[in-house]
């Protein structure tokens, strides 16, 4: 779970200052990610920051930023090469590993995913390596200059226009790719490759996935991104890649450290992730997961609402407590489902209102509970499961009165 996201700057291979971004966990870092971003894209588009904050959220720290001459860091574009990112990665790991940690996991998308591949076996410290979208050579870029390749070797450099913007591509650029050689590269990396690519991308064909995977050496995998872009611009996709990354790259981790009993975590840490109008991180002990708003009202829908947390801790409490009922008088039954249905009522009509409530009028909080059995209700005991539910401590909190006190901490 993202508990913030903060900027830095390192030193890139030119030495222009390079900008980057540290999405960090709210509890304990397991490991540190480095991500690399598409052709002449940048560390804020739409899958680099879902991934990474699915990273963060699974405990695993990312460091994302833009390579030299693209998004907010310095140096002049035309002037780099796929040799120079190959560089600024190898800066941003050793930047990252004398500030916090070494990388355990490279995730490069696109061009990106070619520049992971050609580090990855120079880099002790990784485990494990992701590519989305990835070619299988550097020098696949070279069809996105279209007709603008003969201009390049005459003239030694060309105006192209690339996703709306216009970039000065260099000879040196061209030959550069055309020089690198990724299939040994990745046959002798030795570490466990994840390769995700979309059927029908229309920017790098899924027979460069092929050629990746065919020249790995296992452990590897490969999922197949049906309906996806190249550029993963649907938040569906974007968000499933992320789930994908996450779980898998846990895999090649160390196992998280246990909880000391010494040093408990008592409260529920709530923050804001940065992503999005609404979406916030919860931590409630070691378990992470995040809360939204629905689209409709201007949220991603990344996450259950604030009332879905609060109708899920009824359901849950009732559950649990008609569990132990059961165990503690012996009585057999099957496995409980409890529905909780949330809405605002007119006092009015609020049927378990006292006259007294009723004539206050106003609105008030109404929670429905269904409470259904696996193998249906035991004869004669459908009273008694309404009492004990109604025994609930979240459903006690709920009907009697309660204090919230606040304070504001002042931080650094």
Known sequence: MTAHTIRAEFQGHSGAKLAARLDLPAGSIRAWALFAHCFTCSKDTLAAKRISG?????????????????????????????????????????????HYDAPEVLVGHSLGGAAVLAIAGELASVKAVVTLGAPAEANHVIHNFGGHIDEIAEKGAAEVNLGGRTFTIQRQFVEDLNATSLAERISRMKKALLVLHAPLDQVVGIENAGAIFTAAKHPKSFVSLDGADHLLTRAADANYVAGIVASWAARYLSAEEPRHEDDPVEDVVVGETGQGKFQVSVQAGPHRFLADEPADVGG???????????????????????????????????????????????????????EEERANG????????????????????????????DKCPVHRTLEHNAKVATRVEQTA
């Open 54 to 98: 699915e990273l963060a959220r699974a405990g695993i720290a990312v460091m994302r930023f833009d390579f030299t001459g693209l998004g907010s860091s310095d140096g002049d574009f035309a002037s780099t090469n796929f040799s120079s990112n190959v560089a600024d990665l190898r800066a941003a790991a050793e930047w990252l590993g004398k």
């Open 300 to 354: 991603a829908d990344t996450g259950p609402t604030p009332y879905d947390l609060l109708s899920a801790g009824l359901g849950a409490c009732t559950a649990m407590t008609l569990r132990m009922y059961a165990r503690l008088k012996k009585i057999d039954i099957g496995l409980v489902t409890v529905t909780v249905r949330h809405n605002k009522v007119h006092m009015k009509d609020c049927l378990e209102c006292t």
């Open 362 to 389: 106003g609105k008030i909080d109404r929670f429905e509970r269904v409470i259904s059995v696996d193998g249906g209700v035991p004869e004669g005991l459908e009273d008694k499961i309404i009492e004990i539910a």
